[in-house]
């Protein structure tokens, strides 16, 4: 045990750990904005794959041992010929505070502090439900657009509610942050067994059906009875929705063998649409048709709501075309002749072909 004298000894936001109990971790232990202090460092290789997560390459390090010190950066950890043999420390500087976690679970539990800001002080977990499918849609589309510096800003804001709801509950007397990590770290090391359990090699779809089965366990171990679909949010867009419960029913056996039986249902919801009389009548024709061309976007392996949006952004690509034509001939899409749009929409169709 560690006695008075000892604690009044260490130095303020210096964390120590060995160098051994880092050998199977892949993420540093500690925040990036405190002193790290490796006692008896161990493989140089695999500290440098662990700190270049965090750590720019020209991050300042320091070796320190019996006969003196060795001041170097991150990247020569990466170097053949580096070794720890005559060296007993490895000492990492810190970062700025706002590169932690803590700092920024600090930050928003200032604005929620009785001298926060308003706004995030009057907020709860259903009035800010929107704004937070906003920015999930928003990440959407910075994936889409393969924009890196959109996604590092939308992942950042997507944290920001994450974080925001954590201390919701925290002022509420709900759950922690500890709670919340602690819950999903367990589960995705419970439900990838072949990872953390008894390591196998096994296929992409072979894990899928594992998942499918420990999930089933999960249920039953939580004396939850619902059925095959439960589970699948009822919030999701309704092309992703029907995509998730005809993966889930596919399992069980509901689902067509051939393109060919799916077009023919298809050809049967079209046919039942042409005599459908009510509104009524006709939006319910309507969803069994959308949900019949979900079959078939899974039979050819493809995400029928990641199709929708490629035609849609299409879609927007042609429109925006037409908008500069007509105004290079001072008109706008209102008064632009029918035979006019037509044209260039052919025409810019005809460019997109020629460009893929």
Sequence with gaps: MLSLTDLERIPENVVMISGESLLT????????????VIRDPRQPGH????????????????????????????????????NFNDYSYLVIPPLQDENAFETFQDTVAILRSPHGCPWDKKQTHQSIRGNF?????????????????????????????VVLQTQMAVDAGEFTMGDVISHVNNKIRFRHQHVFGNPQEITPEQVTLLWEQIKQKERAGQHKKGGLLDGISRSMPALSMADSYQGRAAKAGFKWETEADCRRKLDEELAEFEKAQTPEELAEEIGDILFCIVSIARLNKIDPEAALREANLKF?????????????QNTDLFHMPHEEKEKYWNEYKDRQKHAE
Excluded: C
């Excluded at 997560?53 to 990247?75: F, K, M, V």
């Excluded at 927007?316 to 290079?328: G, P, S």
């Design 316 to 328: 927007y690509d042609r429109v925006h075309y037409i908008e500069k034509q007509a105004e290079t």
């Design 47 to 82: 500290l440098y794959e662990m700190m270049k997560e965090e750590y720019p390459q020209n991050h300042p390090i320091q070796l320190i041992g019996t006969n003196g010190s060795r001041d170097l950066t991150l990247a020569a950890l990466d170097q053949n010929d580096m």
């Design 25 to 36: 971790r892949r993420h540093m232990p500690v925040p990036p904005n405190m002193t790290a």
């Design 133 to 161: 499918l906003q920015e999930a849609y928003e990440l959407l589309d910075g994936l889409d657009r393969a924009d890196n510096d959109m996604i590092l800003e939308e992942l950042g804001d997507i944290l920001f509610h």
